[in-house]
Structure formats: C-alpha cells, structure tokens
C-alpha cells in the first residue's frame, strides 16, 4: 500500500525507514555470459540472452562530508601556517599548486566522481563566470580565503609605511563587500534551494554549503575591514584621503541601489567598524570582540537571507497565482494529442455512431473505458453527438439553439488550441481547467445526408487535491520537485470556496480584503502573508506563506553561530594553542579554562547526542502508528466494498480496478492487488 503524494511526510519516512538505499544510484555492467549476483534476461522459450549486473556507487552523500572533511583539513593547515609564520615560501607555493589544481579541474572537468555530484548541478544553481555553479561558487570561495589571508599577512607591515598600499587595501576591500553581495543575491534568486535554517526537514547538505560560502565571505570583508579601521587610525590623512574615502563609499552605495541590494540589516558592517573603534587599544577584549564579531555577521547572514528569501517567495507567490488563474492540465493535453488519432480513426466507434440516439450510452461507456479512464477519473467527462439539423436546450436558462453553432461560437469566443488538431482548451472566466473536443464523422442516411460531430468536453472535477504519481515509484528529482511546489492556496469563485491545497485552514467564504479585477495586494493574517489575486470581477486567488517568527530567527542565528565558530575559529585556536603553548600546559589558569571547556564540550556532545537518538524514536514511533491505523483502515475498507479475500480471484479484473480506483479517493491511498504468481491483477491507478 503506498500513500498518494497528499502525505509527503509518510512517503519521505517510508523512503528513509524501509527503504534506506531506494534513492542510491547504480551503474550497471551488460555482459553476454552469465554473471553471478547478475540478473538474467532471457526470450519466450526462456533461453539466455544477457546478463545486468548493478555496480553500486558511492553515496553522494558520503562524498560530500568526504570533500567537507579534506577540504576543512586543507583549510586548517595552511591557515595554522599562515598565522603562525611559519614557511610563508612554502605556503605561497602551495596555494599557487592549488590555484594551478583548481584551474585545470575547470578546463578538463575531472575528476568525473567530483563533477558528478549534485553541486555541480546547473538545475541546482546556475551564473556566469567563475561562480558558475555552487561547487564551482564553493571552491572559489574557498581558494580567495587562502590567498587573502596569505596576502594579507604579505602586507600587513606595509601599511603603515606605504600609504598606496593601504588604499590599495581599501580598493579591494570595498570591491569583495560589492561581490560578497552580489553573489548573496544570486545564491538565494538564481538557486532552488531551501535556505529556512529553523527548517530542518528541508535544510540539506547544499544548503550548508551556501552559509560556508557566506560565511567565507564575511570572514574576508570582516578581517579587511578590521584592517583598514585599525591601521587607519594610525595614519595621518589629509583631505585627498577623505575625498578618495567618500568617493569609493558613494560608488558602493550607488551600486548597492542600482541593483536593488539594499536592506537594513546590512547597517551591521557600521556597527562592526564602530567596535574595532572602539576596543582598538583595549587588548584585554579581544576574545570578546572575537565573539562580538561572529554574533554580529551570524546576525547579518541570517537576517539578510531571510529577507532575500522573503522577495524569492513573494516573486513565487506571483507566479504560482498567475498560473492558478489560468490553470492548464498539460499532462492531460499530452495524453489528448497522443489519443485523437486514434479516436478518430476508430472503426467501433464510427459504427456505433451509425445509430447514435440509440447508442449513446454504450458510445459513453466506450469512450470511458478505452480512452478516458484512470488519469481522466479527476475530469468530468461528457459526450454531444449531433448533426448539423439538430438543436441543443441550453440549462437552466431552457433556451434553444443549433447544435454546431452553440460550439462554433464556444470555441470562436473562448477556445484555444495547444498543438492538436481536436480537442481546444476553453476559457471559462473562473480557472477552471476544461476542454474540448470535436470529431467529424461521414453521415449518410437517408433521408438526410451531410456530417455528424460528436463534441466531447471535459471539466475538471473540483477536487481539493487530485491524485498524482505515487511519490515510491519516482525518482529523487521528481520528488524534490514536488516537494517545491507551493503547498498553500485557495481559489474563491463568487465568493465561495472551489479549491484549496495545504494545510492553511481556508474559510468557505471569501474572507479576504478585496480587491480590483486584474490587481494583487499582500496581506498578513493568523501568522500567514497571503497574496490576493483578482484575474476577473469573480474569481480571487489566494496563495498563502508562513510568516518567520522571532523564535525562528533566534534559532536560526543560534544554530550557524555554532557551526561558523566550529569552522571558522578552529584555526585560531590552533594559533592560541602554538603561541601559548606554555602557558596552557603548566599554568594554572590555562588548566582551569581547559578542564572547564572540556567538560562543557562533553556535556553538549552527550545532550546533543540523546536529543537526536530520542526525538529519532519518537518520529519512527509516531509513524509506524499512523501507517498501521492507515492499514487497518484500507483493509477494512477492502473487506466492505470488496467482500472476502478469497473470492477476489473470482471478480473481473477491470471491475475489481475500478472498485480500487473508487477507495483509493476515499482513503488516499494508491490500492495494488497482485495474484499468488507475483503478478498485477488489479490496480488503482489503471493508466
């Protein structure tokens, strides 16, 4: 029994609890000999053909902490030696092998193991340039930290004598803050990632790797703006210095404008320039103005990208409305386009047309049996046969007209067509998603001679969320896929509920502010920002987001101001460790702090670890009870509609589908019955 796509929750547990290896990928071998631990391919008289045998490859998500892990040890060692001084030459020789490394790998595109994870993705991110992708943004990134910081100790005692080289600093500096947000923008717009830190269903692996690069980022801007205000204050400036300062502030903040980067939050760098002024002499703080600095750019990150992240969801909000409003079924055009000419052309169907009036309700059976079954069981289908002499009576209005004209002038006023030469799509004014379509048959009987139509229109059902591909049998991709789609929306047809998707508690009535046709406005209600859209004086469409909550920004900046001193001061206290090396072995104070920390680690590690381990049971529990309620239930079900087990053998296979198909939309389940030799006998999902 698997779960239909309305309980993603369930189908991602199912996934991970029964099925851990159901998304690793595999190569595979084809030989022409038997193979052991092989599958075998053989004709009808069951003769030997080939053999598949899978090559199991390593999980992406193991070559991703591989690569943090190598990376990080990387980063680690030549930044200890870069502080500590120590073979500078040595150094510079070994970034310029890795520069010459990381050159190459771009031009050749090798390793093929590396290039084929998915952060080297374009569907994952995509830009110009040397961050073309988030791997490639990744590595980047992470080559300029080395270089800057190996810089930055080149120059660090030329600043005070050589004024060009300080400036030159600035220069360079003010350059890396315009990149530095830039590629922020770029990483949240130009990317289909879930950057909602407090979410940690959605929050994976890519995901982490954009905070590093963030964060790589800020530690560049923040060291070079430590720089420039504490060796600034040293300097003697005349007045050509000050106009070369407002000059290059004038030309970031304008550009910043330019291209609409501009927030608040990013007042934050001021504030951080203004405590490097003001503990400059003081060098008993500068543990805390460490810590001060992290917790001020952890603030800055996470404030900033929220509020990217909000103007990523309005423009989404946008689009998924202006979608609803004139929603098309393009799975079902593709499925009209592949059928019509077969349905034209169909020789049952143009005898029972001989004697339509007479036939019409086998010419509907047929038609639902053989061409609009299974995944047309969410349209409303119905079927007008006439000639060019009949009239049709129009409800409720009870008026008459011409058969031909009533659709001629239907499809003249509102139809379109979409690469078929049949079937149109109908425009009703309210989004509805409808179709139609028109067969022309030769129609000789006399006394009357000329052509019969038969017209088949087709409406969709109105459904609060129509059964999709069962969510087990689609790949990683698809699945994510869906998992992007908007959740919350709702469609108001003269002020009444017609359909809604998510879990947001939509009133029947239409209880939202309103609005001119053809006009949206946001409005916030019950911790939900809504966006209203009117296409017409009858229709709104409502697509709802979540609101951040305080405690979810709080957590947020809690969560990556762990993780950024984890990485981040991890060379530092390498340094601290070499350079007071004495001290911390034999003094007092230096055993104190460190028996104290060794305990608050252990504490963390141990409490971190049962959090895990418990809430781990928890959720398993929860979900075992919640699939075992949804078995008990479809088998009861099962039981009552379709009587005893051992007389399913005995029912015809198309009824037993079609008895499947009706408890699959009441219980939301996707129903497979399979008989004792392994094979399919009845399903509820027959297309």
């Known amino acids: 029994i698997q779960i239909k796509k309305e309980y993603p929750f369930e189908n991602k547990y199912l996934n991970n609890y029964y099925f851990k290896n159901f998304e690793v990928s595999y190569d595979y ?19 030997f053909l080939f053999s598949i045998q899978p090559q199991k490859a390593l999980n992406p998500s193991f070559l991703n902490y591989l690569l943090l892990f190598v990376l990080s040890l990387v980063f680690i060692l030549l930044h200890s030696a870069i502080l500590l001084k120590k073979s500078l030459k040595a150094t510079f020789f070994c970034i310029i092998g890795l520069l010459l490394l990381r050159i190459n790998m771009t031009f050749q595109q090798s390793p093929d193991f590396l290039f084929e994870m998915p952060i080297f993705n374009a569907e994952m991110f995509a830009s ?21 910081e190996w810089l930055l100790l080149l120059i660090r005692k030329k600043i005070l004598t050589q004024k060009w080289v300080y400036f030159g600093w600035m220069v360079l500096i003010f350059t890396f803050m315009y990149v530095w947000i830039a590629l922020w923008n770029k990483l949240v717009f130009q990317s289909n990632l879930t950057l909602d830190i407090y979410n940690i269903d959605a929050f ?4 982490i790797l954009v905070f590093f ?24 400036w005349q ?15 304008v550009l910043i ?20 002024y003001l503990i400059n002499r003081k060098q008993k703080w500068q543990i805390l103005f460490l810590l001060m600095s992290a917790v001020l750019f952890t603030i800055l990150i996470v404030v900033y990208t929220f509020h990217l992240n909000h103007r990523k969801k309005e423009n989404l909000q946008q689009v998924v409305a202006f979608s609803l409003a004139n929603e098309k079924d393009f799975v079902a055009q593709m499925l009209m386009t592949d059928m019509e000419k077969k349905l034209a052309e169909d020789k049952i169907l143009q005898s029972l047309l001989q004697k339509a009036y007479d036939n019409r309700y086998e010419i509907y059976q047929y038609l639902k049996d053989n061409y609009f079954y299974g995944f047309w069981n969410k349209y409303d289908v119905q079927v007008t046969i006439c000639n060019s002499f009949d009239n049709l009576r129009l409800m409720p209005s009870n008026e008459n007209c011409r058969c031909f004209d009533y659709f001629n002038r239907l499809i003249k006023s509102k139809g379109s067509q979409f690469d078929s030469q049949y079937f149109y ?22 006394p009357y001679s000329g052509e019969k139509k038969m017209f088949i229109e087709l409406y969709r059902k109105l459904l609060p969320n129509t059964p999709g591909y069962p969510d087990l049998l689609m790949d990683s991709k698809t699945y994510k896929t869906l998992g992007n789609q908007w959740s919350n929306y709702a469609k108001y047809k003269s002020g009444r509920l017609i359909q809604q998707n998510g879990s947001y508690n939509y009133a029947y009535n239409y209880l939202f502010p309103k609005i001119k046709p053809i006009s949206s406005a946001f409005f916030q209600s019950n911790h939900y920002e809504h966006l209203i859209y009117a296409p017409n004086e009858k229709l709104n469409i409502v697509v709802s987001s979540p609101i951040i909550k305080w405690n979810q920004y709080l957590w947020s900046i809690i969560y990556l101001f762990n993780l950024f001193i984890l990485i981040f001061f991890l060379p530092y206290g390498i340094y601290f460790y070499f350079k007071n090396r004495h001290d911390f072995l034999y003094g007092f104070r230096f055993k104190y702090i460190r028996s104290f920390l060794g305990i608050l680690i252990i504490s963390y590690l141990i409490i971190g670890l049962y959090t895990i381990v418990y809430f781990n049971n928890q959720y398993q529990q929860k979900n075992l009870e919640s699939l075992d309620l949804k078995r008990k239930t479809i088998i009861n079900g099962l039981n009552e509609y379709i009587g005893s087990f051992s007389k399913i053998s005995q029912k015809n296979n198309d009824e037993l589908s079609r008895q499947l198909v ?26």
């Not at 110009?128 to 800057?148: A, E, H, Y």
């Not at 994976?204 to 995901?207: N, T, V």
């Not at 291209?259 to 490097?276: G, K, M």
Request: glycine residues 6%; charged residues 10%; negative net charge.
């Open 257 to 276: 404008f330019y291209f609409d980067y501009q927030h608040y939050s990013l007042i934050l760098l001021v504030l951080y320039a203004l405590l490097i």
């Open 204 to 207: 994976g692996q890519p995901s």
């Open 128 to 148: 110009k340039g040397i961050f073309s992708t988030l791997g490639d943004t990744f590595f980047n990134t992470w080559l300029i930290l080395i270089i800057v």
């Open 29 to 47: 071998s084809f030989s022409l000999l038997p193979q052991l631990s092989a599958y075998y391919v053989t004709n009808s008289n069951n003769e």
């Open 213 to 236: 690069i963030l964060g790589f980022w800020s530690w560049m801007v923040g060291r070079g703006i430590f720089i420039l205000v504490k060796f600034g204050l040293r300097l003697s």
């Open 425 to 446: 799509s109908i425009d009703n004014d309210y989004g509805e998603v409808s179709y139609l379509g028109v067969f022309t048959f030769p129609f000789n009987m006399l």
């Open 662 to 687: 009706m408890l699959s939309n009441i219980f939301y389940a996707d129903v497979n019955i399979f008989d004792p030799n392994g094979y399919l006998k009845a399903t509820s999902r027959p297309a």
């Open 239 to 253: 007045i050509i210095h000050y106009v070369f300062l407002f000059i290059l502030l004038m030309m970031l903040i």
